[in-house]
Nanobody, 123 residues
Framework: QVQVVESGGGLVQAGGSLRLSCAAS????????MDWYRQAPGKQRELVAT???????NYADSVKGRFTISRDNAKNTVYLQMNGLKPEDTAVYYC?????????????????WGQGTQVTVSS
């Protein structure tokens, strides 16, 4: 079994910072991309930032220059440092990981989602 768990959300004033963490655990063989998504009320889930195993990153235009994605491959953990937060960043933030694992003695490739963590930015 593989689990992906986010942490670090909360309430912050506009201009403030938060750091989200996402840890994957279980019978993991390797992890390719690890991504952060967010979903605001009444809106579709959108990709915020992504990092592959080699360290290449990509960001949504709305967060470029303010958010930084990083990962610790030894800990199977990805982080999202969010600076200069704006009220429009308010959303539930989800981690997604492309994981190769062992299940029933076989290799399995799948995407895993965390449960989400709420980020609320007050004006």
């Amino acid at each position: 079994q593989v689990q992906v768990v986010e942490s670090g959300g909360g309430l912050v004033q506009a201009g403030g910072s938060l750091r989200l963490s996402c840890a994957a655990s279980g019978s993991i063989v390797s992890i390719n991309a690890m991504d952060w998504y967010r979903q605001a009320p009444g809106k579709q889930r959108e990709l915020v930032a992504t990092m592959n195993k080699g360290g290449s990153t990509n960001y949504a235009d709305s967060v470029k220059g303010r958010f930084t994605i990083s990962r610790d491959n030894a800990k199977n953990t990805v982080y999202l440092q969010m600076n200069g937060l704006k009220p429009e960043d308010t959303a539930v933030y989800y981690c997604n990981a492309d994981i190769r694992s062992i299940y029933a003695s076989r290799l399995k490739n799948d995407d895993y989602w965390g449960q989400g963590t709420q980020v609320t930015v007050s004006s």
